[in-house]
């Protein structure tokens, strides 16, 4: 029933107790990376210290600079990379907001540039905390976007990441999103695998004939005007559907190489075979989940949790399946999206969307929670339980989206 | 991967001595819209020229942007990529490292590759400023920042920028019945400000496409000398200055012989003027700036009283400036009334 992934340590395999950030600077290490752009904003930040570590000590040879804003931050690597560097940057919050235009432009020049956003509320007031809607903000725009979850996800991700971005069938950004304090902070036992293992699964970044160089004098992003653009829009899209067979492949190829990560790139599912009540939710949300399912499956509950990984591409043809066989869902959202169909949070609208078309459509019920980092209690998922069981029972859905854990 | 010496080698583009010798090969060519008389092409013209084949060019928006590279056409010979308005300094930064690294790391064949990233007035002086300010820190990334500056937001219908004249009309600073003077903030002084505030920035030199040859030596001597500099060209508009295409060269001229817009180099710390600035420095009279203002459309509207300000302002820059057009420091004397203060 639970497809739980299962970890089988390669001997040659180091064993270090990081936290999620750390695990991400042991990726980009071993991806050797050549251009990487600092920029100070909690929690993500904690991904270029450990990086300015390893240049420091001579374990990683990179073009580290400290930018003066996030807007040069990715502009810098945004440029870097269309001259044929690897490049990594990242950041929170309003810091992501004060780099959107260079988040707009980097999908249509197909630039492949992997980040981390450490995710934070967003201001104002001032919060650290997690919540989504800070990576959320570039889902139209042709970014991949995924979710982790774990210190090991963290460094097998951010492999997997370049493997996707840098695919020439691909050519788009990818934005891995790790929840701040909760992943970015917290340490875990990660599994760091050699360099000659990294090698046969990464190729060295090609950019081909989109190389800008004097041997190469080409015109980049020339005015298109109403002539063009649709089209270059067009093959961002063309791009993105691709990116779904690009993962697959990349996912089994980790599997085999690696010997771990999961069969199903796209979300986990957690006792969800059998179960009547399926909550989805992304990000370390799954730990206070699981806990509760355990509790309700020990009491004969039928409850089991699907994880989002990808939300770009979205997997709205695998979740559909998945979802076919509950009787009701419950999408738990770290975000919000004041004033959108049933003021429900982004994920839920999403998964909505993707059952419009099916054949059976269970009831969904829509929760905001864990604001933010705010904790998701035991309590919070009982609740959002208890009301989905009412769902199964009446095969209705209510039209509300339901906020746990606020003071009224 | 072991870590190979790889220093801040650059090209050898000696200077061009004379016009004869200038190289007959064009990088920047037909295939542009920009406007008769338009002194911001020709300036790309000879930064280019200056720079030869192993250039990459960055452009950010403006009206070099747009008037320039229109899908499917393009005037660059070299490779040459946009980027957003306020990026020059960072598309210059990151080009120079993403190249540099490749080639320490042996990824790329080493060969030192120019890296000119040019901004208008507004994404250079206004919006990107910051950036090239950053960029100018970064001593082991070899590149060159142009700033074009044609005294306007130019390619979305002349709106006044930070570097816009006193009292210019522009379509953000009419004239009217109330109010003859929208405008009237001072121009910035940018090249001293990245001269002054950037110790580490071996070369800034102002240059005006009226003297090209000249023009295209403080080029190569901004890609050899090492480190990131910055070059600021004035560059007379037709459309935005309001006057006749054939008198672009004329009011470039103008505009030094007035004292307006001087012509000097910061190389290592230590000011140069050349040409006719020079010659005003040695003790030359200027020429009133009536002369220069009266020939633009933008300046119709203004009063003997407003010429008078204009003039007093100029005036200023030569006889109280710390060094005369250059750096707005007041003279020592200033400098001791506030100790005597104390």
Redesign the interface.
Known sequence: MATVTTTKAASEDKELLISGSEAVAESLTLA?I??VTAYPIRPYDTVMQAIAKKIAN?QL???Y?V???E??QF???????????R?FCGSSGVGWMYAM??LV?TPPLRVPMVCLVGNRALDDPGAFGVEHNDALVVRDLGWMLCWIDTSQEALDTTLIAYRVAEDRRIFLPLAISADGAFLTHSQAITMVPPKEKVDRFLP?YDRGDLL???D??????????E??VIEIRRQNDEAMKRAVGVIEEAYADFRRIFGRGPENPWFEEYMADDAEVILIGMGTISLPIKVAIREMRAKGKKVGLIRLRWFRPFPFERLVKALSGAKAIGVIDRDYSFGSPFHSGVVANEIRASLYNADKRPPLLSFICGLGGREVTLEDVNKAVDMCDAAARSGKSDAKTHWLGVRE | MAETTFGNATQVLEPFRGIKKVTLEEYFTSGHRTCQGCESALVMKLMVKAAGPRTIVLGSTGCMYVANTTYYTTPWVVPWMHTQLGSSGSAALGTAAGLKALMRKGKMKAEPINVIAFCGDGGGADMGLGAISATLTHKEYNSLILLYDNESYANTDIQLSGMTPYGAHTTFSPPGKVHRLIHKRWKKNVAGLMAAGHPECRYVATVCASYAVEMMNKVRRALTIGGPTFIHSLDPCPKGWDYDPMLSHELGELAIETGIFPLYEVEDGVVKYYGKTKAIVEGRPRKPVRDYLLKQGRFAHFTEEDLAYFQEKVDQQWEQWEIPGVVPFRKLDAAQAALNVK
Do not use: M, Y
């Open positions: 050797d050549d251009v001579g040879v990179a073009e600079i930018a003066e804003g807007h040069s502009e810098i690597v945004k440029h870097a990379s269309t001259v044929g560097a490049v235009e260079c432009v060295r800008l160089h004097p190469n004098p080409i015109t980049v992003a020339p005015q298109a005007n002539d063009w």
